[in-house]
């Protein structure tokens, strides 16, 4: 049995001034522990056998969600749901609430630009309207603070009508720096959205999105609530991030207790993820360290997919190095034995770094004979029209999927979004995968290991330049 082998890291500090209270607590950790330590197997088989220490009966509907850039890059047979469809459905099951987490909001069609390619985005929008004034549905938004850049005109108008509550979170006042790049829908606490689409009307047309929609999935759902009820809280005009959370956010689903969700297909072991640590109630796993754990726990290959990727944190004062990921890759590669695959965007914002970075990650593939670790650099094609619409054109997915798992993100794989900015990702293990799964017909993790597939070997998947 190879079900839950989510690995616990665990570390104890000291300095030398609290040495007689490490006594105290190293006897109280002995009585305790040492107890429970002893029958590793029975906590491990109850975690397994029912790792709902709340009972869930949900039969889950999930499907990969995408948006492709427009264009023709695949025939639509080798497609997953789109993201306008799946939000609009969204819009539509709302009895009574719809919570958003987003970055910013430019949903709205904008004559500026060619095709007539934010009509997509301005349907949305008016769908949003309606639900919250004609349906009146309780539309709760949390956003990052408006600037210059993102005014964020949208959510304006929502509060000018009345159609939603808006909350903006100031991340230099509550964590010093950082933004709110969260983006996730709950739809009555009972079905919900997580993925890389921004509220923007290139998300639908002219970015090239991934994500994960779950329909009757009511456990995860008011987990993913309790996140949204964070920003919520830090989104009050005097709102500061307290040293510990209300116990009413904490979580018992997490990388050690993943929730036992099916659908009618298949089950898996899933859980929801946070950064940055200091928005975590007690029991939420970090998102990083669900990302080394699943990379350390492969057994076969990781493909990552990724918009941007650096071992760095860029957004401070000075550049920090920041390599929890860059080692377990690196060490999954040598000394498991683990294909790696890494897929990252090239577009004309990419910085320059980061060639050198993975560079440096393909260069061990010569090391020892057995290392196998590659990467490409996906580039969305575009007309010279296409060009000119700024900031689109680009792959913004955020995934991982490997022999056993998958997680579906929201954050970039640099230090930042690890250490002080919002992201959430949904994570899940194959409870089926005891090798005799041949003839189970629909698998998500299936589906995003053939998406990741589908990605590598087309065209615009191109080799790291020479150097
Ligand atoms: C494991 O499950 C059994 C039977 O359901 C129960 O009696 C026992 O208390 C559980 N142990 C733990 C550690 O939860
Ligand atoms: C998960 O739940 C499904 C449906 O209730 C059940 O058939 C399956 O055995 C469970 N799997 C595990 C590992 O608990
Ligand atoms: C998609 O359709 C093409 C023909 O248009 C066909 O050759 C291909 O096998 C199909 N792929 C899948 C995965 O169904
Ligand atoms: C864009 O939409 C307008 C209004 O619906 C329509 O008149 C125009 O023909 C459309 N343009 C293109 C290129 O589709
Ligand atoms: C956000 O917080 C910072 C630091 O407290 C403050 O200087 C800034 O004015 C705030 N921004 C807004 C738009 O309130
Ligand atoms: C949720 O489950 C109910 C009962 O099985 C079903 O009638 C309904 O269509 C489902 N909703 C969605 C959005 O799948
Ligand atoms: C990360 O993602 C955002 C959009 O999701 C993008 O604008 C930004 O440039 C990316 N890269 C970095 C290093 O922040
Ligand atoms: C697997 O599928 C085949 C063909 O659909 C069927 O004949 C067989 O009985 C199935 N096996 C199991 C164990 O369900």
């Known amino acids: 049995m190879h079900l839950l082998i989510w690995r616990k890291k665990k570390s104890i500090w000291c300095r030398p001034s609290c040495i007689p209270v490490s006594i105290v ?117 949390a956003q990052n603070w408006p600037n210059k850049q993102f005014p964020n005109v949208d959510t304006e108008y929502l509060v000018k009508k ?14 010093g720096n950082g933004i709110l790049h969260t983006k996730f829908w709950i739809i009555d606490r009972k079905h919900f959205y997580i993925g890389s689409a921004n509220m923007d009307w290139r998300a639908l047309t002219q970015v090239k999105e991934l994500g994960i929609v779950a329909f009757n999935c009511s456990c995860l759902a008011s987990d993913l609530g309790k996140v949204f009820d964070v920003y919520w809280s830090l989104g009050t005009p005097d709102a500061v991030v307290p040293d510990s959370w209300p116990e009413e956010l904490s979580t018992d689903i997490n990388m050690e207790h993943p929730i036992n969700i099916s659908d009618s297909q298949h089950s898996y072991g899933a859980f929801i993820t946070s950064s940055p640590p200091p928005f975590s109630p007690t029991g939420r796993t970090n998102d990083d360290t669900a990302i080394v754990s699943i990379i350390d726990s492969a057994e076969e290959f990781v493909y990552i997919s990724v918009m941007d990727y650096q071992p760095m944190c860029t957004f401070t004062h000075k550049l920090l190095f920041w390599p929890n990921i860059d080692d377990a890759i690196r060490k999954a590669a040598l000394e498991n034995n683990v294909k790696v695959k890494l897929l990252i965007s090239w577009w004309k914002h990419s910085s ?5 970075f993975l560079r440096s990650l393909t260069d061990l593939s010569q090391a020892y004979p057995k290392v196998d670790l590659q990467v490409k650099r996906f580039v969305v094609p575009s007309t010279p029209e296409q060009d000119k619409i700024p900031f689109a054109r680009v792959n913004h997915n955020k995934y991982m999927v490997t022999d056993r798992s998958a997680y579906i993100g929201t954050s970039n794989w640099s230090g930042d979004y690890f250490t002080s900015t919002a992201g959430v990702a949904f994570v899940f293990q194959d409870l089926n995968n005891d090798g005799n799964f041949q003839n189970i017909t629909r698998d998500i993790r299936k589906d995003l290991q053939e998406v990741f597939e589908r990605d590598w070997n087309s065209p615009y998947a191109v080799p790291l330049r020479r150097l």
Request: hydrophobic share 40%; charged share 20%; with cysteine.
């Open 25 to 141: 607590i190293v006897l109280i950790v002995l009585v305790v522990l040492v107890p429970l330590l002893d029958q590793p197997n029975i906590v491990q088989m109850n975690a397994t056998s029912a790792p709902i220490s709340l009972h869930c009966s949900d039969e889950c509907r999930l499907s990969l969600v995408e948006s492709i850039p427009e264009g023709h890059m695949y025939p639509p047979n080798v497609t997953h749901l789109p993201t306008k469809n799946v939000w609009l459905d969204l819009i539509d099951e709302a009895q009574t609430q719809i919570e958003i987490a987003s970055f910013y909001w430019s949903l709205r069609y904008n004559e500026e630009y060619p095709y007539n390619s934010s009509i997509e985005g301005e349907q949305v929008f008016q769908a949003l309207y309606a639900a919250g004034s004609k349906r009146n549905i309780d539309l709760k938004i």
């Open 162 to 175: 009345k159609a939603a509550q808006v909350r903006s979170l100031n991340f230099s006042k509550l964590l």
């Open 352 to 356: 320059p770094a980061e060639d050198h």
